[in-house]
């Protein structure tokens, strides 16, 4: 009897040995292996967000010599919306095992320039939400308020009539027989110029 529970204890050890070490990355590690369990975790997590991408990878070495990807992805939910939300989310792949660091919120509560002292406008959900939130655009939030399917595209360009470095966001909607553009400043995080259209 002795025996018998030895060699079950033996086995089931060897059993949770094989586990840990096959369930651990190959080495050498590849940037497409990282990628590949990051957008599947992601994708598991959020899986009715608009925007799901990979924006930064970085190869690192931590303290004890172990190679390791630190990879950044951009979470969106609503982009089509007056107040997307946009996350930042961090991995470190391999030796944290996808243990994430807690998200960075970009825009949340159709807020943005969170814990920034100097707003600059870095992402289309910022400036979808400073094209009708910036004390300028009032014009922006009334037509958003009388149409409730109002819907924004947006654009960077680098140049811009007599601008440079501006967001275009223009505001559509099926129920008014007008559209708007919305000229916004990436530096400065204000709107430059208003204009009406037919639609």
């Known amino acids: 009897m002795r025996t018998l529970t030895l060699v079950g204890l033996l086995v089931v050890f060897a059993v949770f040995l094989a586990i840990i070490v096959f369930s651990k990355p190959s080495y050498p590690l590849t940037e497409s292996d990282a990628k590949k369990f990051f957008l599947e975790d992601l994708k598991e997590k959020y899986p009715n967000a608009d925007v799901r991408e990979i924006i930064e990878i970085l190869f690192l ?6 190679p390791y990807y630190q990879l950044k992805a951009r979470v969106t939910h609503g982009l089509y919306t007056p107040c997307p939300e946009r996350i930042h989310v961090y ?55 009388s149409n409730s399917d109002a819907k924004p595209e947006v654009m960077a360009l680098s140049s811009y009539r007599n601008y440079s470095d501006v ?27 208003i204009a009406s259209y037919p639609s």
Request: proline share 8%; with cysteine.
């Open 167 to 193: 967001w275009l966001v223009k505001w559509n909607s099926i129920s008014s027989n007008q559209s708007f553009l919305v000229v916004l400043s990436k530096a400065e995080g204000r709107v430059l110029e």
């Open 61 to 66: 070495t931590s303290a004890d010599g172990m």
């Open 91 to 145: 991995y470190d792949y391999p030796p944290k095992n996808f243990v994430a660091q807690p998200p960075e919120y970009i825009t949340k509560g159709c807020s943005f320039c969170l814990n920034e002292p100097n707003c600059i406008v870095a992402f289309p959900e910022e400036a979808i939400i400073a094209s009708h939130k910036s004390p300028a655009a009032q014009q922006i939030a009334n037509f958003i308020k």
